[in-house]
C-alpha cells in the first residue's frame, strides 16, 4: 500500500513518462529492489495504482445505482462525482495511462482491460 501510493504521488507530480521506480522507491522509503519484487516494472506498478483506482470508483458507483434514490438524486450524485474525480487526481491517472499507451500497445491493452473489465 505504501508502495502504491508513493507510486501514485509520484505519477501525479511528474507525469508517467517522468516517472522512475527509483523515485517511488525513495518516496515510499524502501528498497527499490522491493519495487521489483512485487511489481517486476514500472508499467505494472502504474497499472496495480490504476486498477486500485478503478476497484474503488466501480464501488462507489455500485452503491450509488444500488440505493433507492430517484434518478435525479442519482444523477446529481454522479454530477458530484465526477468533480471528486478531477479533484482527487483519478482523471489525471486515466489520462496519464492512455497518452502512455499511444506509444506502448501493450499497456495500451492493459489499460482498456482495467477500463472495460466487467
Same mark, same amino acid.
Given at each position: 500500500?505504501?508502495?502504491?501510493?508513493?507510486?501514485?504521488?509520484?505519477?501525479?507530480?511528474?507525469?508517467?513518462?517522468?516517472?522512475?521506480?527509483?523515485?517511488? =522507491?525513495? %518516496?515510499?522509503?524502501?528498497? @527499490?529492489?522491493?519495487?521489483?519484487?512485487? #511489481?517486476?516494472?514500472? !508499467?505494472? *506498478?502504474?497499472?496495480?495504482?490504476? =486498477?486500485? %483506482?478503478?476497484?474503488?470508483? @466501480?464501488?462507489?458507483?455500485?452503491?450509488? #445505482?444500488?440505493?433507492? !434514490?430517484? *434518478?435525479?438524486?442519482?444523477?446529481?450524485?454522479?454530477?458530484?462525482?465526477?468533480?471528486?474525480?478531477?479533484?482527487?487526481?483519478?482523471?489525471?491517472?486515466?489520462?496519464? *495511462?492512455?497518452?502512455?499507451?499511444?506509444?506502448?500497445?501493450?499497456?495500451?491493452?492493459?489499460?482498456?482491460?482495467?477500463?472495460?473489465?466487467?
Amino acid at each position: 500500500a505504501t508502495i502504491l501510493a508513493a507510486a501514485r504521488d509520484r505519477l501525479l507530480a511528474v507525469g508517467y513518462a517522468n516517472l522512475s521506480t527509483r523515485a517511488v =522507491a525513495e %518516496e515510499a522509503e524502501v528498497p @527499490l529492489s522491493q519495487i521489483h519484487y512485487h #511489481f517486476g516494472s514500472k !508499467q505494472q *506498478l502504474i497499472l496495480e495504482v490504476l =486498477a486500485g %483506482e478503478n476497484a474503488r470508483h @466501480l464501488e462507489r458507483q455500485e452503491g450509488l #445505482f444500488a440505493g433507492d !434514490q430517484p *434518478l435525479w438524486r442519482q444523477w446529481g450524485q454522479a454530477v458530484a462525482y465526477l468533480d471528486d474525480d478531477l479533484q482527487s487526481g483519478y482523471v489525471r491517472v486515466l489520462n496519464e *495511462l492512455i497518452a502512455a499507451g499511444w506509444s506502448d500497445p501493450t499497456l495500451a491493452a492493459a489499460v482498456r482491460e482495467l477500463i472495460y473489465a466487467d
